[in-house]
């Protein structure tokens, strides 16, 4: 039985480790308070193992086991990384118009800077511009702040698919991704993790969506985000995702690709046969030469100066601008009523 002398010190430590595990739960979902989760894990091994007790010590090597677990769960496993809802599951006549969005909208992680009034803000906008297809890219999803997806498909009444790639919201309340919203019932989703994965705690996802716009007509629009530190590594993903799209039908391609103009990136999909629409920036709509719509319009749109037309006020509500695109039926796809 340990002394008074002897036990004093433990009880002090295993004081000060219940202190830090206290700070590391207020603080999750940002950086430090993961960064405190593990320290108080290791710290936990450490005082079990300090004791010299072999029950404790199997308290210390468990602790450093969860901790590697913990580490395995958010960077390895796959678990509930696609979600699809569907809010309208009806057949709709083909329309002869769609109005589509491209739009990064800033996950905020990990400090998350006023990230309510940015939602709130972002959803009324896009409400604004009421466009038919929505491509989201760092689509946030928080313990604090909710699903931010889920948010915009019930005020706007939209379908939406969910493809994470970084975080997760089980463990550390965070994760981000691509998501893609329609007015039209989603009748697939795909998710896939872009090669290489560069650095190797950050995943770069795409996600196609099949679109059912009635009549036997559907719409593929696929969504992804490379690589902003290697144009080399962005490249590379680039061409994970013309391989990964090759086969679908006539797909629409937007996201935040992390190169200009011009690049290699962006040039292996003008290989395939799409169209830049809005040359200029590192956002891009990558549009199918062999599409049966033709482009009415596509501008920026989404910036501070579009939203004081937008909310009568100006905002900056994303480190990045929005695409919008105007699309006209050019022909009916054959088959199609």
């Known amino acids: 039985m340990a002394s008074s002398s002897d036990a004093a010190p433990i009880l002090v430590a295993l004081f000060l480790v219940t202190l830090l595990w206290g700070a590391a739960w207020v ?196 969504g992804t985000h490379l690589d902003h530190r290697d144009p080399a590594t962005a490249d590379s993903q680039a061409a994970h995702v013309v391989d990964w799209i090759d086969p679908l039908r006539g797909p629409i391609v937007a996201g935040d690709l992390n190169a200009p103009s011009g690049s290699r990136a962006v040039a292996l999909f003008e290989q395939l046969g799409f169209i830049d629409l809005l040359p200029g920036g590192i956002d891009h709509v990558l549009f199918p030469a062999s599409s049966p719509w033709q482009v009415e319009r596509v501008d920026w749109t989404l910036r501070p100066d579009d939203l004081e037309e937008l909310l009568g006020f100006k905002a900056e509500i994303s480190d990045h601008p929005g695409i919008v695109v105007e699309l006209r039926r050019a022909r009916r796809p054959a088959g199609a009523r």
């Open 27 to 222: 603080e999750v979902p940002t950086a430090l308070g993961i960064g405190l989760l593990v320290v108080a894990g290791l710290a936990t091994a450490l005082l079990c193992l300090w004791t010299r007790r072999r029950a404790a010590a199997v308290v210390g090597v468990a602790c450093v086991a969860a901790i590697a677990l913990f580490v395995i769960d958010v960077l390895v496993l796959e678990r509930r990384a696609l979600l699809v809802t569907n809010r309208t599951d009806f057949v709709v006549e083909p329309p002869d118009t769609l109005t589509l969005l491209d739009f990064n909208v800033l996950h905020g992680y990990s400090e998350f800077p006023q990230q309510e009034a940015r939602a709130e803000r972002t959803i009324a906008a896009i409400a604004a511009l009421d466009p038919d297809v929505i491509v989201l890219q760092e689509a946030w999803r928080t313990r604090r702040h909710g699903d931010f997806v889920e948010r915009l498909g019930e005020a706007l009444g939209m379908n939406g698919a969910f493809a994470r790639a970084n975080g997760s919201l089980e463990r550390i309340g965070f994760e981000e991704g691509e998501a893609i919203l329609s007015r039209y019932p989603i009748v697939q989703a795909t998710r896939t993790q872009l090669r290489p994965r560069k650095p190797f705690f950050e995943r770069r996802v795409a996600l196609a969506c099949v679109v059912d716009l009635g009549g036997g007509e559907t719409l593929t629009v696929v």
